[in-house]
Structures are given as C-alpha cells and as structure tokens.
C-alpha cells in the first residue's frame, strides 16, 4: 500500500509542478502550485513530519497561494497582446534547460546518496515536543529575527499599498 | 514501484528547483516568476526535511520553519510590489517592464 501511495504523490508533484509552467493561463498556473503543494505536504506525512505537511497547506497552499489567486484576480494579466520573443532569451532558456536536464541526468545516473533505511532510523519529526525544544533553546535568536522580520514585512506592505501622497497641502 | 530512499527524495527536490529555474529564465509573466520562486523554495524544504529524516536529526525540520516563515513574509512583499508596479506601468510582463534599459 504505501509504496503504491509513494509512487503517486512523487509523480503527481512533478506533473503539477510541470504544469506550473506549461499552464499559458495564470489562474491555471496558480492551481497547478497548489496541487503541487498538496503533493509535497503528502511526501512530508511519508517523512512523518506531520506537524510540517500541515504547517505546509496552511501557510502555503491556504495563504500564499490564495493571495496569489487575489492579486490575479486584481489585476489584468493578459494586458495586451503577446509580443514576439526575443531570440536571445530563448537560446539562453534553450541552454539553461540543457543544463538542468544534464545535471539531473548526471544525478539520476551516478549520485547515490549512503543512507540507511528510514526505518533504522527515529522519526524524531513526528513529536511536537522535538520542535518546541530547539526552537526555544537553540534556535531562540533566530525566532525573535524571524518574528521581527514579519513585523518589518508587515509595515513594508501596508506601505506599498497605499494610494500616492497627493502632496501637501498648499 | 519507487522506493521510498533518499536518492528519490532528493532527485525529486532537485526535479522541482530544476522546473522552478526553468519557469523563472522562460516565463514573462511576473506572477508566474514569482510561483515559479515558491516552487524552489518548496524544492529546497522537501530536501531538508528528507535529510533530517533519514539522519536521524532536527534541525532540517526547524530550519523549514524559518524558510515558511520568510517565504510567507517574502509573497506578501513581493506581491505588493507587483501590485504597484501594475498601478504605474499597467503591465506585469517582464518584457514590457524595460525602462531602465532606454
């Protein structure tokens, strides 16, 4: 059963993260991030880093990819008609694929990574109590960092977001 | 049948950056860039919590907390940027958005 199961999220994150890219309409694109994201969350319950997967649909396929959906909607993606490419770019996305496609290749053909099998091992991710302890011991500065960043990030937006000063009055 | 080792764990983190690569060189749509950068990040989280899994360690898993974190802080940020570039130059094709170049 499970290697039935492991076999289809793997192929089903990398179709829908194919199609991230293929999809022409945005909308199509967005939704093809959130099934990838599905499929990634499954992978991490096969890791048993449960509290991770679910953090993962939250924070991911419920917020991000939802005010992705939102700015899409807001504004107007088709914006006029598509322009012709440009021959540079495309003979750099030609190598660049070649690339990625070689490397992969290499990895497939000769990387092998010495690990044991994942049941000679705990799943320490699977205890809430494994995370609450470094994040408040040796992970403590980092979190306040991270929770100052938020608020920067925070003011950032509300910021950007506003409508243009008109100027002072006169 | 795939075995569930951390060669394919790790090939198919390596699969999804390689696809989010090619989504940021090819596409010229800037949200899709900007999904396309998720996805790297999602590539880069599925390695991590693949490694500490099957080294028996933690501290892969807490650093994916701090990159959900920023990556939430860093889609917020973003998309308010392209929400005011659109204010400006009503486009958010990269190709269109050149005004440094002239």
């Known amino acids: ?170 | 049948m795939i075995p569930a080792t951390l060669n394919v764990y790790v090939g198919l983190s390596a699969l999804l950056f390689a696809v989010g690569l090619l989504g940021v060189l090819l596409r010229r749509n800037t949200l899709v860039i900007y999904m396309c950068l998720e996805l790297m990040l999602v590539a880069s989280t599925l390695a991590f919590v693949a490694f500490s899994r099957f080294n028996g360690s933690m501290d892969g898993n807490v650093f994916v907390f701090f990159i959900l974190t920023v990556a939430a802080a860093e889609v917020a940020a973003g998309l308010a940027i392209i929400v005011a570039l659109f204010r400006k130059r009503l486009t958010v094709q990269v190709d269109q958005l050149d005004g440094l170049k002239h």
């Not at chain 1, 194919?18 to 890791?47: D, E, K, P, Q, Y």
């Open chain 1, 1 to 170: 059963m499970f290697p039935a199961i492991f076999t289809f999220l793997v192929l089903f994150t990398a179709v829908c993260a194919a199609g991230v890219i293929v999809c022409r309409n945005t909308v199509n694109a967005a939704m093809c991030l959130l099934l990838c994201l599905v499929g990634v969350a499954g992978l991490f319950v096969c890791l048993e880093a449960y509290l991770l997967a679910f953090l993962l649909l939250l924070v991911y396929a419920g917020a991000v990819v939802t005010l992705f959906l939102f700015i899409v909607m807001l504004i107007d993606v088709r914006g006029g008609a598509p322009r012709a490419r440009n021959p540079l770019a495309t003979v750099a996305g030609i190598i660049a694929a070649a690339l990625v496609v070689g490397g992969l290749a290499s990895f497939w053909v000769r990387g092998h990574l010495a690990a044991p099998a994942a049941s000679a091992t705990p799943a320490l991710g699977a205890s809430l109590k494994a995370y609450a302890y470094p994040l408040f011991t040796a992970y403590l500065l980092p979190v306040q960092v991270l929770g100052f960043l938020l608020l920067v990030a925070m003011i950032g937006v509300v910021v950007l977001s506003r409508k243009p000063d008109p100027g002072p009055k006169p």
